[in-house]
């Protein structure tokens, strides 16, 4: 059995994923074969652009099927957090719907804060074993323009512009909009708790 797989695709922020998982001593596979997927201990959907571009590659390579039907843990880190909720306003995107929420753009009038949010945030109301022995108010390094609004499934919350879901679980499923992979040794410390769970 392959034990950590990050699924390979063209929007993914790999290499940084790959280097923060070794220095916590764990080797991962960088795939996107069906079955290795499906074999896996624990996958990571990273991502780093564009929504409807993404999810093009995913479904034309049947991945989003496969993504919605794993039992086992499963991470998505910032775009591969959104990609897992319904849809998203990033060009109108269907996208895997694990999670029933619809990814919203932030509205920020008189350009004040800036769009994107590009650098450290704190996050708080850590309500998830992937959040083990990490202090509210930690910081962690985001870069997004789209959002999870808050809800049912927020494990994370963030303040930027607007309250928002930071991170989300439902079931097997977890996700992060900030960046574990750049984020120190909190950061690498989740990326530990996610390997654990």
Sequence with gaps: ???????????????????????????????????????????????????SFAMKYLKKNKLDIILSQLKQPVLGICLGMQLLCKTSEESNTNCIGIFDLSIKKFNSKNKKPKIPQIGWNTINDLKSPLFKDIPNDSYQYFVHSYYAPLGQYTIAKTNYIINYSSAINKDNFYAVQFHPEKSSFIGQKILENFIKL
């Design 1 to 51: 059995m392959n034990k950590i797989i990050i699924i390979k695709y063209p929007v993914g922020n790999i290499q940084s994923i790959l280097f923060s998982l070794e220095r916590i001593g764990v080797d991962a596979i960088v795939t996107n074969s069906k079955k290795s997927i499906q074999n896996a201990e624990k996958i990571i959907l990273p991502g780093v652009g564009e929504a």
